[in-house]
């Protein structure tokens, strides 16, 4: 099988190579694509030396999979190049989500709608993704009705210059000289903005209608509604959300407990009494989604809340890449 | 007007001063109050030097006003002795809250509410103060049926030694060597904690049940409902809520915002085109409560969200209080 990932340079590109490393996901050949400014670069991965090909190298040698995780730009226009010459794409930009030809996966809960015909697949939003994993068999269950999530979102999700904002307003903040690139429009150390993405007309966020959208989609039922306020704070790995959920079935609490421990890729951390609960920096170079928290919402029938953590760059991008690529040779769809 | 701060030396106590000043709450004598540890010390405060008394000394000299910032233990102790010496309490810890013969007083909703019978006069949780400020007079107007709200707190709200703990973690992580003094269970540092204050038997913290029940009690309203998640951020003052709320009746969105923008206290903040919005870093030192990214939920109807940020020792506390003591002169309460 021959892989290539495209946007291997990046924060996630490079968390999608330690995925595939750690999960022991088998390749035979591995392409390494970047753009033409980084080509011809050499870089070493798992002991062994690759040199750096731009994406039209990487099409010419017809690899089997492809990960792209290198914006929406380089997805629109080389996704379907990478998928004539005989690729599943499996892309991580927000380009493909929303189109209704392509489909949007989170493994666990929907991988099993995947063909052979699925030469595109798009990789949900980091934050939408883990609400599902967590969401997804309780829908199944007791049918969800409406969501109410806000979002702790870490610098991680805006890429290195993010990080480098943060860390360079610490060093200015403990006295040293630094100069600080700014990717937000604000000040993030010891900050909050309740902002990620684009504003749209409607005085949501782009992220926002993401986790409102894709969540209709991935659980293939537009009754479901999803309202959402995503916020970033100066936390580096590991996105958490606070979530209400209405179902429109009444549940038990133990039996909904033994829902989210049974099902796939969940952790649950809720253990109060010993202050045991999901936080981003336990969730750090971890696959799982963590869900603590657990408890009946007093307020409203058939209504919980629950506390829902994973890494961004791992289950939220690079690992649910890499679980559909696994998906795909498993199931012999490639 | 003789007045008396009991906690003077604590990270509230120090704001309820600065406010005091800023505001040019007049007082005819000043009695600074601390623990018998620190009596005697000298104090200058304004350009003038004071002796830190103690609790009994202070009841002596007969205070028209104390306001108390010294802990549950201080206020149960000491509130009944200085009421009876003659003292309107205004308390700032949770000793009397929900005790039904004292009022709990946010001044912009309810302070009209209080009589010369009122002697001991509950000042409310932080998290629970902006967020009265925002909804009292929604509340007024379209009838509150349901709130869900998830916090952003800073560590301010545990003390200083809580501040130490971010600061100096946030040493160690740029390399320095430092003894870090742990209040949280965890490391608030690059994290997030959604636990704040005791878990009890029903599976929230004792914040998360502040903010359910003093919100019923100060507006005098058994019938709204409020389920919270309360969550602990490494940032330094300012508390930011998202906050989704349910009216009974139906709402004009823009009359809302005029609704806001005409109640006490209030400061829109909401032009998300050119990135304004309430943080916690631009609350620092205000006294105002900063409410935006109100918009309507498309998920429900007569719902809307909004995002509400505030200084927690100011507003949440020391100014809160000093508008109390305001409020109580000005109406010849005392």
């Known amino acids: 099988m021959k892989l290539a990932v495209v946007g291997a340079t990046g924060l996630v590109g490079e968390q999608i190579l330690n995925v595939i490393k750690e999960r022991g996901f088998h390749f035979d050949e591995l392409l390494l694509v970047a753009s033409a400014r980084s080509a011809g670069k050499k870089f070493t991965y798992d002991g062994k030396e690759y040199t750096v090909v731009?994406?039209?190298?990487?099409?010419?040698?017809?690899?089997?999979?492809?990960?792209?995780?290198?914006?929406?730009?380089?997805?629109?226009?080389?996704?379907?190049?990478?998928?004539?010459?005989?690729?599943?794409?499996?892309?991580?930009?927000?380009?493909?989500?929303?189109?209704?030809?392509?489909?949007?996966?989170?493994?666990?809960?929907?991988?099993?709608?995947?063909?052979?015909?699925?030469?595109?697949?798009?990789?949900?939003?980091?934050?939408?993704?883990?609400?599902i994993v967590a969401i997804g068999p309780l829908h199944e269950k007791y049918k969800i009705k409406r969501v109410v999530v806000s979002t702790y979102q870490s610098v991680t999700g805006s890429g290195k210059a993010a990080v480098d904002q943060l860390f360079a307003e610490r060093a200015v903040s403990a006295g040293q000289e630094q100069e600080v690139n700014k990717v937000y429009p604000h000040t993030i150390d010891l900050n909050v903005l309740p902002h990620i993405d684009v504003f749209q007309d409607n005085g949501y966020t782009k992220e926002e209608m993401k986790m409102i959208n894709e969540t209709k989609k991935i659980l293939e039922d537009d009754s479901v509604k999803v309202t959402a306020t995503t916020v970033r704070i100066p936390t580096v790995g590991g996105h958490s959300e606070s979530v209400n959920i209405e179902f429109e079935n009444e549940f038990d609490e133990a039996e909904l407990r033994q829902i989210l421990a049974d099902a796939p890729g969940i952790i649950i951390q809720d253990d109060p009494a010993n202050n045991v609960y999901p936080m981003p920096l336990t969730s750090h170079n971890r696959d799982e989604t963590f869900v603590g928290r657990i408890r009946r919402d007093e307020t409203q029938e058939k209504t919980v809340n629950m506390w829902i953590v994973a890494d961004n760059l791992r289950k939220g991008a690079a690992t649910n890449t890499v679980q559909i690529a696994e998906y795909l040779v498993s199931a012999g769809l490639v």
């Open 54 to 131: 731009t994406a039209e190298d990487a099409i010419a040698q017809k690899p089997d999979i492809a990960i792209f995780s290198a914006g929406g730009g380089t997805s629109l226009e080389y996704a379907p190049k990478f998928a004539e010459a005989g690729a599943t794409v499996i892309d991580n930009s927000s380009a493909w989500r929303m189109d209704p030809s392509k489909k949007l996966i989170v493994p666990e809960v929907n991988a099993k709608s995947l063909t052979k015909e699925d030469k595109i697949i798009a990789n949900p939003n980091c934050s939408t993704i883990q609400m």
